[in-house]
């Protein structure tokens, strides 16, 4: 779910709360029928209430539709065997690709999308590689590393790995530790 949604959904949070609250107060007797009665009969024939309820009807169809969304999450790689399925995300993948180009020497950086198909896995790197290495030899060293990698890690064999290199640069890309 996106910012935007989250702030619509602040904001319908909001205006539910005091419907229900008004709600409440009618049931324990604390605002007289009348009142509500006359609110409601001027509302009638009102295009201004009718918008705001169409504005509401849309908010309810986009949260639903956003949560709906959510709840399906990545793509997975499913195993079948005798005991069950097994599934394993495409974020590990990634990150099991991430690890293994990282320890390639003349790797500087590495930012891994893996994506599955009918036809079988799909990996793209984006790489950043030093200048003193031999740029061809580190993409087929890469290449054959996590190919063999997922392979007896995963057990799907790759359909197509893609490599991109990004820069050429001495400038290592660490992640900062928080201590």
């Known amino acids: 779910m996106g910012i935007f949604d989250r702030i619509i959904l602040s904001i319908y949070t909001f205006l539910l709360t005091f419907l229900s609250l008004g709600v409440i107060l009618m049931s324990l007797r604390l605002i007289p029928l009348e009142t509500v009665g006359t609110s409601i009969s ?77 036809s079988g896995l799909t990996v793209s790197l984006r790489a950043v590689v030093s200048p003193e290495s031999n740029v061809p030899n580190v993409t087929a060293e890469i290449q054959s590393r996590v190919h063999e990698y997922i392979k007896n890690t995963v057990g799907i064999e790759l359909v197509d790995m893609r490599i991109f290199v990004e820069n050429i640069s001495n400038d290592f890309k660490s992640k900062h530790r928080v201590e």
């Open 42 to 118: 001027l509302l009638y024939g009102q295009w201004e209430a009718g918008l705001v309820g169409a504005v509401f009807l849309l908010v309810s169809i986009r949260l639903l539709l956003a949560g709906l969304r959510s709840r399906r999450g990545r793509k997975t790689i499913v195993h079948h065997n005798d005991m069950g399925d097994v599934h394993i995300s495409l974020d590990a993948v990634e990150n099991l690709v991430e690890k293994t180009a990282r320890h390639i020497r003349g790797v500087r950086g590495i930012k891994v999308n893996a994506t599955h198909t009918g």
